[in-house]
Structure formats: structure tokens, C-alpha cells
């Protein structure tokens, strides 16, 4: 793959941008796709959302948006204090947020109907939690899906994370793991994974794939992927893979 790659950047319409790929690609060439959730396959940031029913949302999309510029390092301690802001929240505070705020965004359900036509897996591999990459990992009929599990007692949220066997927070580190554990499952290459986010903490699991893509993403991911959507729907992937 990197024999058809060369550092050049372009535009190819309004609002798509790639940079190396100067070899035509399908869609089929891929095994496996991955994405993030939060603000890549769905238009909300979930933490910022339930943190709203607690009356802390500026507080907590504070931490948010400096974690996904990258301006905070240690991701897992920004979630942890997001999440330390939460308790007292209740299920139903989340049941809510997903009926009434959260939607797909444009071009999510066309992408992932075009990627499982062409006989890719699909990964949601999220910083978020459960309660959501549970719910749309079966709407759009997702293979896999990884996130954060928040405890609850009588319904309540308590301030903090269930331990998994990864540890307790999905991390940039972790969706990178995700992604090559799924490839290896696959028996798949990373060549053949495409990684799809907006943030910061996706950059390790882009970093790995063999094709990296931004969607309305921060300046620093826009820089480093090799597909930039800044305009229009998921769906634009599909001007670039045929």
C-alpha cells in the first residue's frame, strides 16, 4: 500500500481534501472499518449531554474540547474528572438524551450500508459509553463495538467507570488496540482497516490503518489523516473509494 502513497495534498471538491493517495481505491480493497462515535458517527458529545441534565454542562464540555484539541494529554484523567461530574445522574437522564438529542450524522447510515455491501466489518470504538455504542451498534447493525461502562446503583450513576479487562477507560491507546486485535481476529492486515474520527484520541488507531479519514475534526487530525471530510455527509468517503 505505502508504494502507492506519496505526500501530496488536494482538494478534490468543495469541503474533501486528501493527501497521498495517488492511486485510485475501492472500497473493497478494505476489510475492516472503524470509527469513533461521539461527534464522527453521531452529531453530540454524550458526556457533555448527561452532564447537561446535572446542570454542569459548560464545566464538562470544557474538559471536553480541550481533550479533543489534544490540549489535555492524559485523556483517561479528563474522562474520569467528566465523569466524576456526573454523578447523581440517572438512566433515565440518558434515555432522554439519546431520544431527543442524539441523531446520526449525514451520511452514517449510507456509509455503513455501502461498507457492509462490500463485504467490510464494522468497529465502533468509542471514549464513550455503553449506554449509546450499545443502541446504535444495533441500529446500524455494527459487528463490533468497545466503550466505556458507567457504574450504576438503583439507577443512579456513581461518579465513576466499571473496571474491564483492558482497564477501565477506552482510551486513544485503546482504540488503536481495538482496531488491531479486530484486524487479527479478521486475519486482516492493518493495511486493509480504515479508521474513521474527530479527535485527538482517535490519532492512534488512525495512525495504524491503512487509510485515515477526519470528519469535522480538530485542526491537528485534519493535518495528520489522509481523508479530510470538512464539508457534507460521512457518505463523501465514498467519492474517494469507489
Known sequence: MNSKIAMTSQERSPGLVTKGITATRKLADFKLIAFDMDSTLINIECVDEIADAAGRKAEVAAITEAAMRGEITDYK????????LLKGVTEAHMQQVYDQRLQLNPGAQALVQACKAAGLKVLLVSGGFTFFTDRIRDRLGIDFARSNVLEVQDGVFTGRMVDQPWGDI?????????????????????????????????????????????????????????????????????????
Open 170 to 242: 477506552c482510551d486513544g491507546a485503546e482504540k488503536r488496540r481495538t482496531l488491531l486485535e479486530v484486524a487479527t481476529l479478521l486475519g486482516i492486515a492493518p493495511a486493509q482497516c480504515i479508521a474513521m474520527g474527530d479527535g485527538a484520541n482517535d490519532l492512534p488507531m488512525m495512525g495504524v490503518a491503512g487509510l485515515s479519514v477526519a470528519y469535522h475534526a480538530k485542526p491537528a487530525v485534519r493535518e495528520q489523516a489522509m481523508v479530510s471530510i470538512e464539508q457534507g455527509g460521512l457518505d463523501r468517503l465514498l467519492e474517494v473509494l469507489r
Open 77 to 84: 484523567d479528563s474522562l474520569r474528572r467528566r465523569v466524576a
